[in-house]
């Protein structure tokens, strides 16, 4: 017998949900058998045999939350007697304080209460729903089975949840997570004078602990500065428009996010001390400009990567953004999309921000904001005029980027973004 351990599928891993089996006790599985669903904090991944057996165990039914790496979630029958785990695992097989626990088709040992509690359709079907759209629906007293789920496999999100009637009946087993959210309430809130019953809590999923962690380490251990410069854009809008009229044709469309990802990995192969990591060990300096953009999905917030960026055309960054962007909001990336990185640009002038800075993305040196391009008054050879101006400030680590490193590449993005023709040359 061998164990099938839960894998940690990214290096900051330490728990995720286990969203599906695609296995039941007696399937024989061959090498590379898809065999469950794993929702991490930034991804739902899918886990592979990598051995022949006969599932004899299903020991962690799925829908079931917090699972920890390592712990046993299922049994797996080796005719050949190999030792080796029946699933990829990126750390070794430990031991684990975690108990393992059977499902109803495992039979010896009652469910965990929170599988347990996953509702079901009138015909006995399971309901798919990701851990906050369950979570929603038990405070908000909405009957998931009457809802159309339209994340990967049909499964319920939270925008399915928009508009959906409340105080619709439910299984009682379903409401315990609002029950058990209610102490929360008086023990994290009420010392601040916020009183009971004014607010609904939402608890944390894995993705929103986890972007607070890092993002907490970030400000608190990194000593950062701004640096902010006003770029013209109206070279940009000229030269994007002729672009998209050639692309027209093949469906292709470049937006001003590619061009500045496009600018940014050129700059930065321009001035190689910005990109750069700091480590105990010492300054990385990286090879190729691996360009991280920031993506908002439901629950938080993604950086699928556009590597060796400077390498690659206006077309092909456009092409590869769309794509990463579309599969990080189904959730479909893969670990090595959105892990590590050189560089970062989060933009958020599509909902009209004009400035702001963001937190540094460790391990990485530097991460650029960018603004709304607008038109604003501007002087040009004495006389005033009006220019399409966008704001971006650049967050340095001080550690790795000083100030006189971050001036001279913002003063090399600027050229390139203020005449787009000096990025191809």
């Not at 509702?119 to 759209?133: E, T």
């Not at 750069?276 to 920031?294: L, Q």
């Amino acid at each position: 017998m061998t164990d099938i351990l839960m894998p940690a599928l990214s290096p900051t891993m330490e728990e995720g949900v286990l969203a599906k089996w695609h296995v039941k006790v007696g399937d024989v599985v061959k090498a590379g058998d898809v065999i469950a669903e794993i929702e991490t904090d930034k991804a739902t991944m899918e886990v592979e045999a990598v051995d022949e057996g006969e599932v004899t165990d299903i020991l962690v039914a799925e829908g079931t939350e917090g699972v920890k790496v390592n712990t046993p979630i299922a049994r797996l029958k080796d005719e050949a007697g190999a030792a080796a785990p029946a699933a990829k695992a990126d750390a070794p097989k430990a031991a684990t304080s975690a108990e393992p626990v059977k499902s109803e088709a495992a039979a010896s040992t009652p469910a965990p209460a929170k599988a347990s509690a996953a509702p079901a359709r009138a015909d006995g079907a399971r309901i798919f729903a990701s851990p906050l759209a369950r979570r929603l629906a038990a405070q908000g007293n909405i009957d998931l089975s009457a809802i159309k789920g339209t994340g990967p496999h049909g499964r319920i999100v939270k925008r399915d949840l928009e508009g959906a009637p409340t105080g619709a009946a439910r299984p009682a087993a379903a409401s315990a997570p609002a029950a058990a959210a209610e102490p929360r309430k008086v023990q994290s809130l009420a010392q601040m004078g916020i009183p009971d019953g004014s607010y609904d809590l939402v608890p944390l999923d894995g993705m929103r602990k986890a972007i607070a962690r890092r993002l907490t380490d970030s400000f608190r251990d990194v000593p950062h500065f701004p640096l902010t410069i006003d770029c013209r854009i109206d070279g940009l809008l000229a030269a994007r428009a002729k672009v998209n009229a050639l692309l027209e044709k093949d469906g292709g469309k470049v937006s001003v996010n590619d061009f500045v990802i496009k600018a940014s990995a050129m700059a930065l192969k321009a001035v190689p001390e910005a990109n750069a990591s700091y480590s105990p060990e010492g300054i990385a300096m990286h090879h190729h400009a691996d360009v991280a953009m920031a993506v908002a999905i439901d629950g938080g917030l993604i950086t699928p990567i556009i590597r060796k960026a400077e390498t690659k055309t206006l077309s092909q960054i456009a092409a590869e953004s769309k794509d990463l962007a579309k599969r990080a909001r189904d959730r479909k990336l893969k670990p090595e999309e959105f892990q590590g990185g050189t560089f970062s640009v989060s933009n958020l002038g599509m909902f009209g921000i004009q400035s702001f800075a963001s937190i540094i993305n460790e391990p990485q040196g530097a991460i650029m904001s960018v603004g709304a391009g607008e038109q604003r008054p501007v002087v040009v050879n004495g006389q005033l005029a009006v220019a399409t101006v966008m704001t971006v400030t650049l967050t340095c680590d001080h550690r790795v980027v000083d100030g006189a490193i971050g001036a001279r590449f913002l003063q090399v993005f600027k050229a390139m973004i203020e005449d787009p023709v000096t990025m191809l040359a």
